[in-house]
Structures are given as structure tokens and as C-alpha cells.
């Protein structure tokens, strides 16, 4: 294998139930070579996470391996020896699982135990597999990993805090083993996404693998600490470690700015694979082209958004497997010019105002030792803003800053400490829980969750979901009326109403946000609130979804709060950007002003963290 870390040969992955097989990983073949990065790029049910659980050995029941051979070179070993990881026994393979190929996952919150600090959890994971290795060693080695990935300042660093804010009583090297002790006591819960992530990859690395597997791992992150931990794994792989990354995503974007090679996955096979530069800007696979095409961009502005579709031409079977793909010339992109913008925002300046915010604030109170208020939080500190009827308001910022805060006051989900809230003229920020306007002014405002998966219920069926409302508000008259409603919006939102008995476990996650969409329009609302609705969506969905919400903005005259912390995606949503920042209101603007020309700091900041890609097909 020479300097080749790890050779995947003809993989195949079935998942078989009682009425049919499905191929979840095609007969795919790759090399991972020393100290590179592999990109794997797709969309959601492509066969990537599959094929990083094949590689580990935790395929999950009943999929199992069909076919195929996973060759590794292990670093550590005293000659070199290569072992095909699928004829290993599992006790065989627990020797090379963490402590030769270590995976960040994507969800640090699910991976770690909440019932144990993160001290404990680095430490069962060095001792388990480095023998004979003491315990105070151990915590010695997680105190130098959290250093390693950032998560904990250097003793330079900590020295220096201290000489120059004088923080403690206690001698300076009391104080630094003091915050190396309580960094380690901290639990999961008291920790941020980023923070998170960066406890994981410590983890993996413990070890010191041949070869990590990153699956997702920014994905629910803001584009700041992102683009950290992007750096901190290309790092990493370029120190003297030389550890070898298998980085999986379906975002381009960030595929750009960590991988050396990329291996494009459609439907269980590699359709494509070369290096980044080849993959990204010469691109020969149709699927490829549509991945490409799919992301929004900061410096141009279509009028809609081209999806994986508008490239690629599937027949299928009956039992809906591919028979066949072949390339579609897609549909030529008309942009906005800068007239035609300038030109909205000045119609929707003359326009009246449907929401007006003043001097808005929510505070929550931090409680001491024994219950007694000792200080207060500031979610949403002292923010005013209008609403126009019809436009399209983006709210962004890092995680923390009070978008969602701020959201959920003007939906009256909760109370606000200070200030006034208008809709449409009237001041709704009085009413409480029993005043029947309340009531009625549920029908007209809503709101799309970010996760479409914990936002239906799995016991109600799509229809009956969407129905909900209109029983609740007695809308419709009849139920057979109400059915044809629901009828209606399935259709809108492209999806087809003889799924009406369809169950949410049976339909993706972006027909699932069509669904929440579809319920959210069941009441004819003026105004809806979109909470990082789109964030948990691959690109491809993500831009069918997009352009769903601007046609039916469209069409039933709808205002939008759009809320993100992909400043891409709200470019092309929005009308005007508030960026907030720790409660406050950072920068105002047309979308155009915000990016193009930020004031702020704080803004720039927010825009240099984007990765970078803005390749046109």
C-alpha cells in the first residue's frame, strides 16, 4: 500500500427488511493516503455515514456488509503489516477502533454521557486504550489535549491572564492548575456546540489514530466557530501528527476549505471522485454540477435557486430504485440586477408597517446557592425595529445572541421584561395567556422550527398534522372541507395529497419541512417567523425549500422573519438584515448594504467566516 493509510475495495452495504433489500453503499472503491484529507460530499441517504460506520465496524442492524474489502495500514505498527478490517473478529476490531481510526460524529451533545464531566469521559478513553498508564497521567494528557484543540488556554496563556487582570489570591501556579481542574469538571450541558465539538476531537485524537473520520462535525455550528474547528482539523493533519481525515459533508463550501481529494456519493455509489480543485471547478457528473449550482452566493442574486434536479434525469422502477440517470441541460439563471433591488426596496419603504418593535428586552434571572436572584441575563437587551407588510426581514448572528429570543417574544411564546410590541397597529405585547384576542392572533402569525424532525408528531399523520389547526381555530366548516384545504396546501407545497395518511418517519426531511410549512400556511397567516428552518437541510433541499418560501411569499402576500446564521442564505431571502449580537442590534441594512459594504466589526467578522466558494456552473 506504500503511504496509503486505507484501501476501500468494491463496498457493498444492504439493509434488508421483510419485503425488500435496499443497497445503502454500491460497490464503491477509495484510498485514503498518509496525512491527506478525503472529502466525501452528498446528500442525505447517499451512503457516506454508512460508508464511515463500515470502515469502523458499527454497521447497525439488520444492514450488514455484502461484499467488498477495507484494507488498513496501521502506523503504529512495528513493520508495516496491512489488515482487512472485514475479517476481523469484533474483539479484534476493538483494538484498532479509537485507538488506530478514531470518528467525530455529528452531534456532540448525543455523543457524550450528560451524566459524567468531560475529565472523566477523556480520561475512560485514554486509559482504555493506552495500558498502563496511570490515572493522574491520563487527566495530565486530557489537560494537554483540551490545550491542544483550544478549548483551554496554554500555561502561557493563563499566566498571562492572571499577571494582568490579577484574578485570584492564590499564587500563579495555584490559580493555572485551579482552571485546568475546573475545565475538566465541567458537564456536557455546560458547554457550547463549539466547546463540544472540541471535547470530541480531543477524544479522538487521545490516541494519536492513523486515520479520523469526521462526519458532519460542523453542521449545526455558526460560521465562526466552524471555521475554527475546520482550521484546528487541518492542523491537526498537517502537524507532526500526520493523521490522515476522511471529512464528510454536504456542503461544498466547506469541503473546499479542508479537503485535498473529493469523492462525490448519489444514491450508494461515487459518481465522481479527483482532486478538490478538478472536483470543484470542473466538475463532470451532472449530480456534481447540481451540488454546485444549489448554494446560494453573496455576490450574485437569482431570482430562483437551481436544484439537483434541473441536472439530473432519474427513470425509476416501480419499487422506486434508479434505473437509469442521465444529464438535463438546465434552465438558463435570470438574476436581479442592482436597479431592479434598489427598486423593491424603495416600494417596500412606501409600504405600511405590519410589526413595530420598541425598546424590546428579555431578561431571565440567574439564581445564587441558596435560590436569591443575584444578577440577570440580558437574552434581548433594549432592541426597536419595523416590520413592512410583505417583506422579508433577516435576522442574523452567532449562537446566543437572541434571534430565536427575540422571535419568540413577538410570537408571545414569551413574555417580554420591557418594551412594546405592535401588530398591525395594535399592541399585542400586554395580552396574556386568557385574553381572547390571543387566540385570534395565533391564526395570524406562526413559525417553521428548525428541525422538521422533532417538530410533528410521529403519531399523527401529515394530513391529520396540517389539520390540526383548522379543527383547533374551527376553520373550514366541515371536516370534508378541511380536507380539501389540506389537499390544497399538500399541492402547494409539492407534495402530493394522496399522502394525506402518510406518517412523518415515511417522508425525508425536506418533504417533513414542506409539511411544517404546509401547516403553518393552514390558517392564512400575514406573518410567519422561519427559525433556521432550512439549516438542518442538505443544499439541494435547502434550495427547493428557498424558492418554495419566495413563491409563496408571493403568492399569499406573506411577511417573513427569515432567522440564520448562513449570511448566503439570507442574501437571497431577504429584503433588509439586522445582525445581532449579544442581545443587541450589531448593524441594520438592506440585504445589499450588510454584505457588501459591513460597518461593524462584528459583521465582517460574520462574512470572512463564510467558506469560500462561489463557483457558477
Known sequence: MGDTVLDVRNLSVEFKNENQTTLAVDNISFSLEQGKILGIVGESGSGKSITS?????????????????IWFSPAKAQKTTNVNLLALHQDQLRHYRGGEIAMIFQDPMSSLNP??????????????????ITLEQAKNQAIALLQEVRLLPSDEQLEEQYLANKLSNLPVKAYIKQQKEAILKRFPHELSGGQLQRVMIAMAISCNPTILIADE???ALDVTVQKEILRLLRELCKSDRNMSMI????????????????????????????????????????????LIACRPHLTELPEKLLTVSDFVDLEKDEQGQIISLSEKTPPEIIYISLEEEKQRVTEIEKLDNLLIIKNLSVRYPIKGIFGQTKTFFNAVDNVSFEVKHGETLGLVGESGCGKSTLARTILKLIPATEGEIYFEKEKISDWTVGNPKLRSLRQRMQIVFQNPYNSLNPRLTIGKAIMEPLIIHKKEGSERKQRERVAYLLERVKLNPSWFNRYPHQLSGGQRQRVCIARALALNPQFIVCDESVSALDVSVQAEVLNLLKELQQDFQLTYIFISHDLSVVRFMSDRIIVMNKGKIAEEGTAKEIINHPKEDYTKRLIASIPKFEKTI
Not at 460506520?53 to 474489502?69: D, V, Y
Not at 471529512?247 to 479542508?258: A, M, R, T, W
Open 247 to 290: 471529512f464528510i459533508s454536504h456542503d461544498l463550501g466547506v469541503i473546499n476549505e479542508i479537503a485535498d481529494t473529493v469523492a462525490v456519493m448519489y444514491q450508494g455509489k461515487i459518481v465522481e471522485r479527483n482532486n478538490k480543485e478538478i472536483i470543484l471547478y470542473n466538475p463532470q457528473h451532472p449530480y456534481t454540477k447540481g
Open 115 to 132: 451524566v459524567y464531566n468531560i475529565g472523566f469521559q477523556i480520561t475512560e478513553a485514554i486509559q482504555l486504550h493506552q495500558k498502563n
Open 53 to 69: 460506520l463500515a470502515i469502523m465496524g458499527l454497521i447497525p442492524r439488520p444492514g450488514k456488509i455484502s461484499s467488498g474489502e
Open 217 to 219: 462535525p460542523t453542521t
